[in-house]
């Protein structure tokens, strides 16, 4: 079976297939407290085994999370996309940023590239994004796509916020 993950390019990024050469700059971030919103830290093997599970979510649901790469020259800068695992509520919009990028406004380019995308091919429009209480800078930038608190809930057993992000035809 063989499945083309689409490619977005922005002002400044590619969001694109995730590559083995990825894994790298996946695995320091996954190490790190930074991760500590996404399951992790991480040892590097169990950051490999979700490195793969998110190219499997491509071909199990259409859909997943891309590598955000510079577009000068492709160094990876986090990832954004959507996932929908067995036994969440519906399909989220995610990301995460690698240090190198944060403060850059690279999160909203992707995140906005990707929600659009997603809303015109895959039929995901008004999608939510699970946000744990403690992560403010993600509220932030929920807030800053337009998205809105909807209510607490559970994401793999753990509580968080909910978060509805605007149709695409009300998006700011």
Not at 160 to 169: A, S
Request: with cysteine.
């Amino acid at each position: 079976m063989h499945f083309a993950v689409p490619v977005i390019e922005t002002e400044r990024l590619i969001l694109r297939a995730p590559r083995v050469a990825d894994f790298d700059a996946h695995a320091a971030f996954m190490a790190t407290e930074r991760s500590s919103f996404i399951g992790g830290p991480k040892k590097r093997q169990d950051a490999w085994f979700g490195f793969c599970t998110s190219l499997g979510h491509w071909m199990a649901r259409g859909f997943g999370m891309w590598t955000i790469a510079d577009k000068a020259n492709d160094t990876p800068l986090g990832r954004t996309g959507f996932l929908n695992h067995e036994g969440w509520d519906e399909p989220e919009l995610g990301w995460h940023i690698y240090a190198a990028a944060e403060g850059k406004s690279i999160a909203f380019e992707a995140a906005q590239a990707a929600r659009a995308y997603g809303a015109a091919h895959f039929g995901l429009d008004g999608v939510i994004s699970y946000i744990h209480a403690a992560n403010t800078r993600s509220q932030a930038l929920a807030e800053r796509l337009g998205a809105r608190y909807e209510r607490d809930g559970t994401v793999v057993g753990d509580p968080c916020q909910v978060w509805r992000h605007p149709q695409q035809g009300e998006a700011a």
